[in-house]
Structures are given as C-alpha cells and as structure tokens.
T-cell receptor, first 114, second 111 residues
Framework: KAGVTQTPRYLIKTRGQQVTLSCSPISGHRSVSWYQQTPGQGLQFLFEYFSETQRNKGNFPGRFSGRQFSNSRSEMNVSTLELGDSALYLC?????????????FGPGTRLLVL | ELKVEQNPLFLSMQEGKNYTIYCNYSTTSDRLYWYRQDPGKSLESLFVLLSNGAVKQEGRLMASLDTKARLSTLHITAAVHDLSATYFCAVDMDSNYQLIWGAGTKLIIKP
C-alpha cells in the first residue's frame, strides 16, 4: 500500500510569490491534515479536511488556504510569501479522521522563501 | 489556550539505561499521541492513548496517560542506539480534529 505522498519535495520561492503544495493520502483515507514545522515554532496545525470539507483551521493568517478534492487529494496554497513561511510542510492522512486512528505522515515539502 | 510541554528537550544517554520523557498539557483532554521523527525525515506514529490510565507498549518503549494529572510519559527501557530520534507528544483539542504539539525531545543514545 502506497504511503502519503507530497509534491514537490523541495521548493524555493521569493517573497511575494505564491505557492501550491500537493498531498495524496493513503488510498481510501478521507481525512487530510496539514502541519507547518519550523525550528522556532515547532509543529503547528494548519487545517484538516474530510470529504472535501474543512473541519478545522489553526491559527494562521488568511494567506494560508487549502482544499480537498473528491479523490481526497489535498492542496494547500500560501499567497504573498514571507520569509517566515520557510518551513517543512507536512501532510498526514487518516481513514476517517477519528481520534483512535493512526495518523500517517508524508515526507513533507521543504519550502525556502528568499 | 492549550499548551503542551515536554521535558527534557534534550537527552543524551548510554545504551542499556532506562529513562522517561514527560509530556504535560494544560487543559482537559483524553487524547494524546506520541510520534518519532528521525533527522531529515517525516513523523512516524508510535502510540495513540485515548483514556485515563491507558498504557501502550512496543518493544523498548512504553507510553502511559494520566488525564487527571494531564501527564503522559514515554518510558525507554534498556535503550539502544536505534532509538535515537526526536520524540513528540501531541494532544487533541477535544473534538476539534486539531493536534497541539510539544516541542519535541531530542534523544541521543550513545553506544
């Protein structure tokens, strides 16, 4: 069974640009969560989607947005990039998004904003 | 606001020793998770703890949850070098599908 995949793996952008990251969950998983990991702030929750609906959003500015498609693939978009957006962006999937389920993480997309 | 605190943040130990990592959180929750992250890698789920008194064990690792004390522990028995990694605990904001993470404990086990 293929794991969670994320594309691209590495990305370099400049301030002011926008970026779209993609996540394909494990086949059959309908819940996708996104996290930002930085040395300074650690791991922070961005949002969670289930069946194309955003169920919760973390404390990030509106420049961070996401969506989920009918095949459960998810994208997140960051507009007007800032230097502080440089981070490892991780996505994770669960079968139904229930608390008792194991969450599987993808390898991450490492974004560098110059 | 839910806060999750891990300690220690850094731990260097010898193979064969036992040690415990602590995870304290600030509001009521009965859903706590432990993850492992190797350098440059993604996160791997270790344990899902969903009730007061829950105890899970896998190999040399054992995790427990005391919801009344708002405390979880990750105990390492007879550590081996392969357990070197950063360990994170995360707490579920009740019914919000949102995990709040500890800062991580970087564990180095010397042969």
């Amino acid at each position: 069974k293929a794991g969670v995949t994320q594309t691209p793996r590495y990305l370099i952008k400049t301030r002011g640009q926008q970026v779209t990251l993609s996540c394909s969950p494990i086949s059959g998983h309908r819940s996708v969560s996104w996290y930002q990991q930085t040395p300074g702030q650690g791991l922070q929750f961005l949002f969670e989607y289930f069946s194309e609906t955003q169920r919760n959003k973390g404390n990030f500015p509106g420049r961070f947005s996401g969506r989920q498609f009918s095949n459960s693939r998810s994208e997140m978009n960051v507009s007007t990039l800032e230097l502080g957006d440089s981070a490892l962006y991780l996505c994770a999937s669960k079968l139904r998004g229930e608390a008792y389920e194991t969450q599987y993480f993808g390898p991450g997309t490492r974004l560098l904003v110059l | 606001e839910l806060k999750v605190e891990q300690n220690p943040l850094f731990l260097s130990m010898q193979e064969g020793k036992n040690y415990t990592i602590y995870c304290n959180y600030s509001t009521t929750s009965d859903r706590l998770y432990w993850y492992r992250q190797d350098p440059g890698k993604s996160l791997e789920s270790l344990f899902v703890l969903l009730s007061n008194g829950a105890v899970k064990q896998e190999g040399r690792l054992m995790a427990s949850l005391d919801t009344k004390a708002r405390l979880s522990t990750l105990h390492i028995t007879a550590a081996v070098h392969d357990l070197s990694a950063t360990y994170f605990c995360a707490v579920d904001m009740d019914s919000n599908y949102q995990l709040i993470w500890g800062a991580g404990t970087k564990l180095i086990i010397k042969p």
